[in-house]
């Protein structure tokens, strides 16, 4: 592993300037960032020049766009040397796997997002309903990333064990408790170790959150490498929806929040593991 690598930050938001061409379609969800701080894929591109970010991951934003993936896709396949994109089906939709089929072979989309949020209790994820798509993502070797709440975690589980063959994200380590060391209160995410597959990708959102609580991130960061290591962790910006700081400032952030780690572990971190779990992004000299 080199002594730096390229930054690729696996988890980035945009919102086109035309919203004629492509109409706002709010899930409502909490917040309204995609009108308060929404930045076009040209204008990410700028912020990635400033910060010394190389590539990213476009992820579809249900909260700004519901499951309409035009313009995260066109986004992507504008900069394909830049971006990989990702779509979102709705698993209660008509079709959801010739809508899958459709956004990935004909689109060009390189992952799927289950978006399975439930306040409440258990979801969907692996229901019977979900399954249809797990086994077209297994088919069209799509990743898959999969947006829960920690006390969902059980259900990711099952689906692990199911399909080991498909790679798996985890949005946001899964929003775990995040009590300060030992860490226990994160034991449910912590046992996911055994699944190889799992990604997780530690985020914006969840490094504040561990601010929020007067703790360290740095030692977060360092709990969750110790159990998975680094070639299993991913840093994603949730830019522009995460905008408590200029981009600049969120990947300065990133930096010292990871800067504890070797130099080996810490690009994996900030780049490596991305690279390798999405192979059109890697490096071309």
Same mark, same amino acid.
């Given at each position: 592993?080199?002594?730096?690598?390229?930054?690729?930050?696996?988890?980035?938001?945009?919102?086109?300037?035309?919203?004629?061409?492509?109409?706002?379609?709010?899930?409502?969800?909490?917040?309204?960032?995609?009108?308060?701080?929404?930045?076009?894929?040209?204008?990410?591109?700028?912020?990635?020049?400033?910060?010394?970010?190389?590539?990213?991951?476009?992820?579809?934003?249900?909260?700004?766009?519901?499951?309409?993936?035009?313009?995260?896709?066109?986004?992507?396949?504008?900069?394909?040397?830049?971006?990989?994109?990702?779509?979102?089906?709705?698993?209660? %939709? /008509? &079709?959801?796997?010739?809508?899958?089929?459709?956004?990935? !072979?004909?689109?060009?989309?390189?992952? =799927?997002? *289950?978006?399975?949020?439930?306040?409440?209790?258990?979801?969907?994820?692996?229901?019977?309903?979900?399954?249809?798509?797990?086994?077209?993502?297994?088919?069209?070797?799509?990743?898959?990333?999969?947006?829960?709440?920690?006390?969902?975690?059980?259900?990711?589980?099952?689906?692990?064990?199911?399909?080991?063959?498909?790679?798996?994200?985890?949005?946001?380590?899964?929003?775990?408790?995040?009590?300060?060391?030992?860490?226990?209160?994160?034991?449910?995410?912590?046992?996911?170790?055994?699944?190889?597959?799992?990604?997780?990708?530690?985020?914006?959102?969840?490094?504040?959150?561990?601010?929020?609580?007067?703790?360290?991130?740095?030692?977060?960061?360092?709990?969750?490498?110790?159990?998975? %290591? /680094? &070639?299993?962790?991913?840093?994603?910006?949730?830019?522009? !929806?995460?905008?408590?700081?200029?981009? =600049?400032? *969120?990947?300065?952030?990133?930096?010292?929040?990871?800067?504890?780690?070797?130099?080996?572990?810490?690009?994996?971190?900030?780049?490596?593991?991305?690279?390798?779990?999405?192979?059109?992004?890697?490096?071309?000299?």
């Amino acid at each position: 592993m080199p002594e730096s690598c390229e930054i690729i930050d696996a988890h980035v938001h945009v919102v086109a300037e035309d919203k004629d061409t492509y109409p706002l379609n709010p899930a409502g969800l909490p917040g309204a960032w995609y009108l308060e701080a929404p930045h076009s894929v040209e204008s990410f591109k700028d912020c990635m020049d400033a910060a010394g970010v190389a590539k990213a991951i476009l992820v579809q934003p249900v909260g700004a766009y519901s499951f309409d993936n035009r313009y995260t896709a066109d986004a992507a396949a504008a900069y394909p040397q830049l971006f990989a994109g990702v779509c979102c089906i709705d698993v209660n %939709g /008509a &079709d959801p796997v010739a809508e899958l089929r459709y956004w990935i !072979q004909e689109r060009g989309m390189r992952g =799927v997002r *289950l978006f399975a949020l439930d306040a409440e209790g258990p979801g969907w994820l692996d229901k019977p309903i979900a399954q249809p798509l797990w086994q077209c993502a297994d088919e069209l070797a799509a990743h898959v990333i999969v947006t829960v709440f920690a006390h969902q975690l059980p259900e990711l589980s099952k689906v692990l064990q199911r399909y080991p063959q498909i790679n798996v994200s985890l949005d946001h380590c899964g929003f775990p408790a995040v009590d300060g060391p030992p860490w226990r209160d994160s034991a449910t995410l912590t046992n996911l170790v055994e699944f190889e597959n799992l990604y997780l990708k530690i985020t914006t959102h969840l490094l504040n959150t561990v601010v929020e609580k007067s703790h360290s991130p740095a030692q977060w960061v360092e709990h969750l490498v110790s159990h998975f %290591g /680094a &070639d299993r962790l991913m840093w994603g910006s949730d830019f522009s !929806q995460t905008h408590n700081g200029s981009y =600049v400032e *969120l990947v300065d952030f990133a930096r010292e929040a990871f800067s504890g780690l070797s130099a080996k572990d810490r690009n994996l971190c900030l780049g490596g593991t991305a690279a390798s779990v999405w192979p059109c992004l890697q490096r071309r000299d």
